[in-house]
């Protein structure tokens, strides 16, 4: 497999040692792939910066001038979302960085990679910057891709364990774009309810999977099974874009759920696996959140094997020492109002 990452040293200049969300999260991811021998057989992509056409297919002028005001006083953008002096040029190459690898996919030199790229974006929607994101990377990516004239259907599968409001927004009145979430709920932002299922000509195209703490391998691997194998056969991708945080861990300091880093290996094979069998392989991960730093290297470097080919996972943490709830009435639930069955 010719397997590509993306990253550009600018991505560490968005920066406050402070805040979860920080430079050394890039850092330990790089260093966790290099030790493990695996940065040696991926092809490096160098990024460009995104241009303003296509960033404006996602968010307003007023947003994208406000992001690079603030940026140049270092001001914050809401009270979890700061910015530096680089803020702004390194939003650019981190939207840049995913229609990169999304372009190299496209023209065939790259049969798919990982944007390992920073500020995230997930929650930033078209008009607002908030929960640590400045632009909506994967959201930038996808309408680019769909500009291409070979590619008319987009699937978005986001397992960060907070609901990706923003590329929500940015989607859900399009029959191009599916949006598939699963994020504990009711938690930050507080949008994904199961009802939200698509607005306008968008309805159906929305799969949220609201969970409550403590949720993990096995329910993950049934809501695989169960509603995003027949929603994503229903809706047959030319692409799979998967904004990957690797926050739904048991031992995230932020969230409260129970994946292992075997679990999210897991998901990232079927995620492989449904790419290889409904869109000849096209998939391309791209980094959201996870805030323990073995967890997200190690979970990187999972994903990675599994865009390989490689059945290894490396798990040093282990299972989570929490039983999980089972997720058997949600499951029906949302088999009711997707149709399936
Ligand atoms: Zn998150």
Sequence with gaps: ???????????????????????????????????????????????????????????????????????????????????????????????????????????GDIDNGFALVRPPGHHATPTRAMGFCLFNNVAVAARAALARDHVTRVFIADFDVHHGNGTQDAFSTDTNVFYFSTHQYPYYPGSGHWRETGDADGAGTLLNVPLPPRVGNAGYAQIMTELVWPLIERFQPDLILVSAGYDAHWSDPLAQMNLSLTGYARLAQELVQMANTLCNGRIVFTLEGGYQLDVLAYGVLNSLFAMLGEETITDPLGPSPQPEPPVDSLIAQLKQVHHLN
């Design 1 to 107: 497999m010719n397997t590509a990452y993306v990253y550009d040293p600018i991505y560490l200049e968005h920066d406050r040692p402070s805040h979860p969300e920080n430079a050394q999260r890039l850092e330990r991811i790089l260093r966790v792939l290099e030790m493990e021998n695996v940065l040696s057989r991926l092809t490096p992509l160098e990024p460009r910066p995104v241009t303003l056409e296509e960033l404006e297919r996602v968010h307003t002028p007023a947003l994208i001038e406000q992001v690079r005001h603030a940026a140049q006083s270092g001001r914050h953008l809401d009270p979890d979302t700061y910015t530096s002096p680089r803020s702004y040029e390194a939003a650019l190459m981190a939207a840049g960085g995913v229609v990169r690898a999304v372009e190299a996919l496209l023209s």
